[in-house]
């Protein structure tokens, strides 16, 4: 599966942002879904997860209650809305996907995009 991240931006602090995840080759309805993100000069770090269906979401207790993993299995994406953003939040941000299998937790990815750039000026 290939995947295509967009929707990153120049924000304000307190603003938002939607990032989108298209993905292509394969149907996303048998993969776990996840972001990442990776500040500048850290490390990349876990932001979001969803199960299969999209019923159950994980969080970066970093951005839990400001930012939103969904999916649309018929659309073949995945978003990740950003709420109240902080400079902290500044990252280029990848959307990864995962050959969900019993076991395998929600930080092991198979596929990964290219990355999206987002940046939060105070």
């Known amino acids: 599966v290939q995947l295509q991240a967009s929707g990153g931006g120049l924000v304000q602090a307190g603003g938002s942002l939607t990032l989108s995840c298209a993905a292509s080759?394969?149907?996303?309805?048998?993969?776990?879904m996840g972001w990442y993100r990776q500040p500048p000069g850290n490390e990349r770090e876990f932001v979001a997860a969803?199960?299969?269906?999209?019923?159950?979401?994980y969080y970066a207790d970093s951005v839990k209650g400001r930012f939103t993993i969904s999916r649309d299995n018929v659309k073949n994406i995945v978003y990740l809305q950003m709420k109240s953003l902080k400079p902290e939040d500044t990252a280029v941000y990848y959307c990864a996907a995962q050959e969900w299998r019993t076991g395998r937790g929600i930080y092991e990815y198979d596929y990964w995009g290219q990355g999206t750039q987002v940046t939060v000026s105070s």
């Open positions: 080759g394969r149907a996303i309805g048998n993969y776990r």
């Open positions: 969803i199960s299969l269906g999209g019923m159950s979401t």
